[in-house]
């Protein structure tokens, strides 16, 4: 989501995404609610935290539009800022979601509510870099550039399939969800880190998430992924999380589980840890920027 927002503009976001036709729900029966435990407020340099990861027990996060472009190395219990670093020959245009494997970290530049952006931008950082560079140095990156081979037309803002704000590494390729306005399903399109600089990527699932997709993850251990989102409601909107299997080198989505979120607001970022997720809320009219914990298998 657009973010570094005033209060005028995400009042506007808000009426939007409440004055639009409210979505069946994705699954039947009973929705499962898990409560987010607040571990911290977050500083105000991180208010608006939308990417998330967490490597060698050292959680990193970064700001979505308008701020430098810039890496945040938190404290894992207090949230507070330990260390400031900026990405080299990098631009904040809408940093939205990060994803990470033993090597690289990887910063999407994605965000995309008018729908009529083309070319999305990955900024990748070895992790050797991060954790050798001293506090408000800068660190190398490397660029790769992609675009969606099956972007549709946009009807303007918020009125389109084209959005994107959540990925993870999965076997060596990086997932890329789409965040879809419209029907509120999300595509999942596989990109190479380690191919040419600039690819056209297709589409390889569509799946039926029943909202906006905001963050991905994905625990090699688990095989699983989470994603995070809302609905899209026309008197409210909720957060939820669905935890997919990946099997055959796709989401399985016959076992795939939906939980709703409890409290309400803007979260936007996600990561597994061992005893479930670690999840950051930027701060909106919808309540102050945390950092939370959810309890999951």
């Not at 990748?124 to 991060?130: G, P």
């Not at 600039?198 to 799946?207: A, D, F, K, L, T």
């Amino acid at each position: 989501m657009q973010a570094r927002m005033r209060v005028g503009s995400l009042a506007a976001l808000l009426s939007v995404v409440l004055l639009t036709s409210c979505a069946s729900h994705p699954v039947a029966g009973p929705i499962d609610s898990l409560t987010v435990e607040r571990r911290a407020v977050l500083p105000l340099e991180v208010i608006e935290s939308s990417g998330l990861s967490q490597h060698q027990g050292q959680l990193w996060t970064h700001n979505d539009s308008g701020d430098k472009p810039q890496l945040y190395r938190l404290d894992l219990m207090s949230g507070e800022v330990l260390s400031t670093l900026r990405v080299r020959d990098a631009l904040n245009f809408d940093w939205e979601e990060m994803a990470y494997d033993a090597d690289w970290l990887h910063v999407l530049d994605c965000g995309n509510n008018l729908g009529r952006r083309e070319w999305m931008q990955i900024y990748s950082i070895r992790w050797q870099s991060l954790l050798q560079a001293s506090a408000g140095n800068e660190v190398p990156s490397r660029l790769l550039e992609f675009r969606f081979a099956d972007a549709g037309k946009s009807a303007g803002a918020y009125a389109h399939n084209n959005d994107c704000e959540a990925a993870a590494v999965v076997n060596g390729k990086v997932w890329v969800f789409s965040k879809n306005w419209q029907d509120q399903h999300t595509r999942v399109y596989q990109v190479d880190p380690a191919g040419v600089s600039r690819q056209v990527v297709e589409p390889v699932g569509r799946y039926p998430v029943g909202g906006l997709i905001t963050a991905a993850d994905y625990d090699p251990r688990r095989q699983r992924l989470v994603l995070l989102g809302y609905t899209k409601g026309r008197i409210s909107s909720r957060a939820f999380v669905w935890t997919v299997p990946v099997k055959d080198n796709l989401p399985d989505w016959e076992g795939a589980q939906y939980h709703s979120l409890t409290p309400a607001g803007q979260w936007e970022a996600v990561v597994w840890t061992q005893d479930g997720l670690l999840l950051t809320r930027e701060s909106s009219l919808l309540g102050q920027a945390w950092l939370g914990t959810v309890s999951l298998p």
